[in-house]
């Protein structure tokens, strides 16, 4: 009968088991890692707090030859990433001027697996363009003009990408199809002295695959990626997008060009005059050479008819002449460059989920989805904090002995009088 009494003890000890913790992995990065900007390469080292068995490798590129080190049997881990690998991002910068070096670095302290004891750095290195000053020494016998001059600092950009609209915030995670906002910003010191025009955008996936989404002149290229941008003020451009993925890969990484300019007083900021974007990859997004009629027919029946009238010499020139007048309609914003430097940014395109057909209709829908479902669970579940559990299981156990030892001592009783 002791033994029965136990039976319920071992049962419960039994189902607590599983809420037993993991043991993590005995190590660490020890300090901050030790960063080497070099001339062609960065070296990135880190200490460790034990002997390092894993991986240093680029992040989403752990398979890539050159992008991975493996290192075992010393307290120090590293890599070098010469600036031509593993995709490794270089950016101008106007403010101040010179050229950051960007990549991700991701160490991992189990030989297969990412555990919660490894870690992701964002390494950048700035290598500032050197100032030359020239001069020479001059005799000058009358009265001499002193020259006093301010410099004012370019504008400092940056790329984010918002949810829902040009007020939300930067988002890192996103469902395919879900709305957000491209948008380009540039602070500067000063007021209606500079204008900026975005161009030159393209996404990649980490890997290599690139897609060109503005062209040079700043206009989209496919109205189902990025229609043409709207410029709400003289340093903002912006544009509403849905967000989409590579078939095989989640990361989706931003690079565009601002190219700033000298505003002129009393003159509106240049802008890109662009066509309507035809989508799907067709390259219709250039700007436009002639006045737009519906259907969209005004350059292209000028060009058949001067081809049937005399196609052996009109047909060459025709372009050549739209291209010039192009050039000065839709380039003024690049005859007033002050410079141009690169913004990046970068989000990740979660798959699609199957939800009911009630929920689509609403932009909340996959969170009310979830909602209903933690309501309705919390209808017929409870839920603990730890501590709180923690507590319980504690008095839970302490019930259990103390009714075990009852139990014991009364049987021990029963038995002695039995003997007597």
Same mark, same amino acid.
């Given at each position: 009968?002791?033994?029965?009494?136990?039976?319920?003890?071992?049962?419960?000890?039994? !189902?607590?088991?599983?809420?037993?913790?993991?043991?993590?992995? %005995?190590?660490?990065?020890?300090?901050?890692?030790?960063?080497?900007?070099?001339?062609?390469?960065?070296?990135?080292?880190?200490?460790?707090?034990?002997?390092?068995?894993?991986?240093?490798?680029?992040?989403?590129?752990?398979?890539?030859?050159?992008?991975?080190?493996?290192?075992?049997?010393?307290?120090?881990?590293?890599?070098?990433?010469?600036?031509?690998?593993?995709?490794?991002?270089?950016?101008?910068?106007?403010?101040?001027?010179?050229?950051?070096?960007?990549?991700?670095?991701?160490?991992?302290?189990?030989?297969?697996?990412?555990?919660?004891?490894?870690?992701?750095?964002?390494?950048?290195?700035?290598?500032?363009?050197?100032?030359?000053?020239?001069?020479?020494?001059?005799?000058?016998?009358?009265?001499?003009?002193?020259?006093?001059?301010?410099?004012?600092?370019?504008?400092?950009?940056?790329? %984010?990408?918002?949810?829902?609209?040009?007020?939300?915030?930067?988002?890192?995670?996103?469902?395919?199809?879900?709305?957000?906002?491209?948008?380009?910003?540039?602070?500067?010191?000063?007021?209606?002295?500079?204008?900026?025009?975005?161009?030159?955008?393209?996404?990649?996936?980490?890997?290599?695959?690139?897609?060109?989404?503005?062209?040079?002149?700043?206009?989209?290229?496919?109205?189902?990626?990025?229609?043409? !941008?709207?410029?709400?003020?003289?340093?903002?451009?912006?544009?509403?997008?849905?967000?989409?993925?590579?078939?095989?890969?989640?990361?989706?990484?931003?690079?565009?060009?601002?190219? &700033?300019?000298?505003?002129?007083?009393?003159?509106?900021?240049?802008?890109?005059?662009?066509?309507?974007?035809?989508?799907?990859?067709?390259?219709?997004?250039?700007?436009?050479?002639?006045?737009?009629?519906?259907?969209?027919?005004?350059?292209?029946?000028?060009?058949?008819?001067?081809?049937?009238?005399?196609?052996?010499?009109?047909?060459?020139?025709?372009?050549?002449? !739209?291209?010039?007048?192009?050039?000065?309609?839709?380039?003024?914003?690049?005859?007033?460059?002050?410079?141009?430097?690169?913004?990046?940014?970068?989000?990740?395109?979660?798959?699609?989920?199957?939800?009911?057909?009630?929920?689509?209709?609403?932009?909340?829908?996959?969170?009310?989805?979830?909602?209903?479902?933690?309501?309705?669970?919390?209808?017929?579940?409870?839920?603990?904090?730890?501590?709180?559990?923690?507590?319980?299981?504690?008095?839970?156990?302490?019930?259990?002995?103390?009714?075990?030892?009852?139990?014991? &001592?009364?049987?021990?009783?029963?038995?002695?009088?039995?003997?007597?």
């Amino acid at each position: 009968m002791a033994t029965d009494a136990f039976l319920p003890f071992c049962f419960i000890l039994a !189902l607590l088991a599983p809420w037993a913790d993991a043991i993590p992995v %005995d190590n660490g990065v020890e300090g901050d890692p030790e960063i080497e900007c070099g001339g062609s390469a960065i070296t990135i080292n880190f200490n460790t707090q034990n002997t390092f068995e894993g991986h240093v490798y680029v992040k989403g590129l752990y398979n890539e030859p050159g992008c991975r080190s493996d290192e075992s049997g010393r307290q120090v881990a590293g890599i070098t990433l010469p600036f031509d690998s593993c995709n490794v991002a270089r950016t101008r910068s106007l403010n101040p001027r010179g050229i950051f070096v960007t990549t991700t670095v991701v160490i991992s302290f189990h030989p297969n697996f990412v555990t919660k004891v490894d870690r992701a750095y964002k390494i950048q290195c700035f290598y500032m363009e050197a100032d030359k000053t020239v001069s020479a020494q001059i005799e000058v016998s009358d009265l001499t003009t002193a020259f006093q001059s301010q410099v004012v600092p370019m504008p400092i950009c940056r790329y %984010d990408i918002l949810a829902g609209g040009p007020t939300g915030e930067p988002v890192q995670f996103a469902q395919i199809g879900e709305q957000v906002y491209h948008k380009w910003t540039c602070d500067t010191e000063t007021t209606d002295t500079f204008c900026m025009v975005v161009h030159s955008c393209f996404v990649d996936d980490g890997n290599g695959d690139i897609v060109n989404v503005l062209n040079e002149n700043g206009c989209a290229l496919d109205k189902y990626i990025l229609n043409n !941008l709207e410029y709400p003020s003289d340093l903002m451009a912006g544009q509403e997008a849905h967000v989409y993925k590579y078939a095989d890969r989640s990361q989706l990484f931003y690079q565009c060009q601002i190219t &700033i300019s000298i505003k002129d007083p009393g003159v509106e900021c240049a802008r890109p005059q662009c066509e309507e974007p035809i989508g799907r990859g067709a390259g219709g997004g250039g700007p436009s050479l002639s006045g737009k009629k519906e259907g969209g027919e005004a350059a292209v029946a000028p060009a058949a008819a001067a081809t049937t009238r005399a196609p052996a010499t009109t047909a060459p020139v025709r372009p050549r002449v !739209l291209r010039r007048r192009f050039r000065r309609e839709t380039n003024s914003w690049k005859e007033h460059s002050a410079g141009t430097m690169d913004v990046r940014t970068e989000i990740n395109a979660l798959d699609i989920i199957e939800i009911p057909q009630s929920f689509i209709s609403s932009p909340h829908g996959v969170y009310n989805a979830r909602q209903d479902q933690l309501n309705e669970a919390g209808e017929n579940h409870f839920c603990l904090d730890k501590t709180y559990f923690s507590v319980s299981v504690a008095l839970v156990m302490v019930l259990i002995l103390t009714s075990s030892t009852v139990s014991a &001592i009364l049987i021990m009783k029963r038995k002695v009088k039995e003997g007597l």
